[in-house]
């Protein structure tokens, strides 16, 4: 997939990374079932490329989140432009949404770990917020302050969980306070939302034990 997707785009005008989960267990050493795309400029024009050079059928766009989908080997592949966007206290949608720098796409990131990108390239690595540290230490840490990152999605404190359960990660002091403090919050998100994610990891003994201590509304 990796290799298909960097001889297709080479040419194209801007760095692209891998972006995510995919770059955390491949440090990890572990399978990836996710590749998502984070590019330096239209992440349309990426995907109508893949879609010219016939690696995809007709990709679908997001014009409002400046995201498109497209399906290569059967696999969904999120290309996104690198963003910045801004939300309402009654909503987890962003209410604007507009390009920016690399730098500022990390801010928008849920945890320290899946907050890496991949140059698609050359390889290089680049890490904002001390993701790799996070990931050898083996802890789950919001990107920015814990409840402003669980006001905007509350549905990262489910994910917070997940994280910590299926790698057998601990939650960092400051981000599993804020969690508990903000999870009324969660009553915003709906609740297929939620069971998908539940559903990853709530039947573990690691699961109901954190879910038990954090007091989440599950």
């Known amino acids: 997939m990796i290799a298909l997707l960097a001889d297709a785009?080479?040419?194209?005008?801007?760095?692209?990374?891998?972006?995510?989960?995919?770059?955390r267990d491949e440090i990890m050493g572990r399978e990836t079932f996710d590749?998502?795309?984070?590019?330096?400029?239209?992440?349309?024009?990426?995907?109508a490329t893949l879609y010219n050079k016939g690696i995809c059928p007709k990709p679908v766009y997001y014009p409002g989140c400046l995201v498109a989908s497209v399906l290569i080997g059967g696999?969904?592949?999120?290309?996104?432009?690198?963003?910045?966007?801004?939300?309402?206290p009654k909503s987890r949608t962003p209410i604007k949404v507009e390009p920016a720098p690399l730098s500022?796409?990390?801010l928008r990131r849920d945890f320290t770990v899946n907050a890496l990108y991949k140059d698609l390239f050359t390889?290089?690595?680049?890490?904002?917020?001390?993701?790799?540290?996070?990931?050898?230490?083996?802890?789950?840490?919001?990107?920015?302050?814990p409840e402003v990152s669980f006001d905007r999605d509350p549905l990262r404190m489910?994910?917070?969980?997940?994280?910590?359960?299926?790698?057998?990660?601990?939650t960092d002091p400051a981000t599993f306070a804020a969690l508990k403090r903000c999870r009324d919050r969660l009553k915003i998100?709906?609740?297929?939302?939620?069971?998908?994610?539940?559903?990853?990891?709530?039947?573990?003994?690691?699961?109901?034990?954190?879910?038990?201590?954090s007091g989440l509304p599950l």
């Open 9 to 23: 785009l080479k040419g194209y005008r801007g760095r692209i990374y891998i972006v995510g989960g995919a770059v």
């Open 35 to 47: 590749t998502d795309i984070c590019v330096e400029g239209s992440s349309f024009d990426a995907a």
């Open 75 to 88: 696999k969904r592949v999120d290309i996104a432009s690198c963003r910045r966007e801004e939300y309402s």
């Open 104 to 106: 500022e796409d990390v």
């Open 123 to 145: 390889g290089e690595i680049i890490d904002f917020v001390g993701g790799r540290d996070d990931i050898d230490a083996k802890i789950i840490r919001t990107v920015i302050d």
């Open 158 to 170: 489910v994910r917070c969980l997940r994280f910590a359960a299926t790698l057998g990660f601990d």
């Open 189 to 213: 998100v709906p609740k297929n939302k939620i069971n998908e994610e539940t559903i990853r990891f709530a039947h573990t003994p690691e699961g109901k034990a954190l879910i038990a201590e």
